[in-house]
């Protein structure tokens, strides 16, 4: 799982498959280059069921995901046969990762003489910038953060802007 949301307001949920029961886990939590180790039965639950193989089913707080910023959580554990797994093992492929996103997308007019600059940011992933002139869609000049518009002398311009960022904030 990877990708940027402007909230989270149910458990997430994943799932760990065995062929052999799980005795010891460990979920740790990323955020802001700090790990926390998770506690079972406070900030995550974990259901099992045994059919042809062990599924470990981990529930995980919302409330844990409140702050605007990159999480990473981490699943780890040793089954009976001591076979290790790691959600973070390159081969798992297992990684989850994702953003929690308040902020719309900042515009900011940079003063130029006839040329109209414009700033625009996001603090995690920007998704799409449009430009309107006049009620019109157009194209602006991109140096990385900046878009240029070039406008003619001496008359009213109306300017339009919106942005977009992956959490859906605009």
Do not use: W
Not at 12 to 22: D, Q, T
């Amino acid at each position: 799982l990877q990708g940027s949301l402007s909230s989270l307001s149910s458990p997430v949920i994943i799932r760990e498959s065995n062929a052999s029961e799980v005795l010891q886990q460990q979920v740790t939590l990323g955020y802001d280059h700090v790990n926390i180790e998770l506690q079972e039965g406070i900030d995550y639950d974990v259901r099992h069921q045994k059919g042809a193989a062990h599924e470990y089913i981990y529930v995980i707080d919302p409330h844990l995901f409140v702050k605007e910023g990159i999480y990473t959580l981490r699943i780890s554990s040793i089954d009976a046969a001591g076979n290790r797994s790691d959600s973070f093992q390159p081969l798992q492929k297992a990684r989850v990762s994702f953003g929690i996103d308040h902020s719309a997308p900042m515009i900011r007019r940079r003063p130029q003489t006839r040329e109209l600059c414009y700033a625009v940011q996001d603090n995690q992933n920007l998704q799409k910038v449009s430009f309107y002139v006049n009620g019109r869609p157009v194209q602006p000049q991109k140096e990385e953060d900046t878009y240029i518009l070039q406008i003619s002398a001496g008359q009213t311009t109306h300017v339009r802007i919106t942005a977009l960022d992956a959490a859906g904030n605009e």
